[in-house]
């Protein structure tokens, strides 16, 4: 059983900037693909980001996309998401994911393992 668990949340002005980090449990999350989704109060969850195991291929939501960076460091079992020129609308608790299969994919449903969350508030 792979464990998540996120850090680096917080609250940040429009066009500020945070990192956020997701810690596995296990050393198998080196052959996984690891990702971020998120959720805002009353909408539904959306895919932010994922990068497969040897970290040179990554998909972005387009609302994301030039602005977060994901990116992975094996060693440390570790996933960042850098998060730059936050807008208002990035505000909601951002969830890490693990999937099992080197495949990134949009889906929520394809992930086998989520973290407890961190909360994202964007301030206008």
């Known amino acids: 059983q792979v464990q998540l668990v996120e850090s680096g949340g917080g609250l940040v002005q429009a066009g500020g900037s945070l990192r956020l980090s997701c810690v596995a449990s296990?050393?198998?999350?080196?052959?996984?693909?690891m990702g971020w989704f998120r959720q805002a109060p009353g909408k539904e969850r959306e895919f932010v980001a994922a990068?497969?195991?040897?970290?040179?291929?990554?998909d972005y939501a387009d609302s994301v996309k030039g602005r977060f960076t994901i990116s992975r460091d094996n060693t440390k079992s570790t996933v960042w998401l850098q998060m730059n020129s936050l807008k208002p609308d990035d505000t909601a608790s951002y969830y890490c994911?693990?999937?099992?299969?080197?495949?990134?994919?949009?889906?929520?449903?394809?992930?086998?393992?989520w973290g407890q969350g961190t909360q994202v508030t964007v301030s206008s």
């Open positions: 994911v693990c999937r099992r299969i080197n495949s990134v994919v949009r889906v929520a449903s394809y992930y086998n393992y």
């Open positions: 296990e050393r198998t999350f080196i052959t996984n693909v």
């Open positions: 990068i497969n195991w040897s970290g040179d291929s990554a």
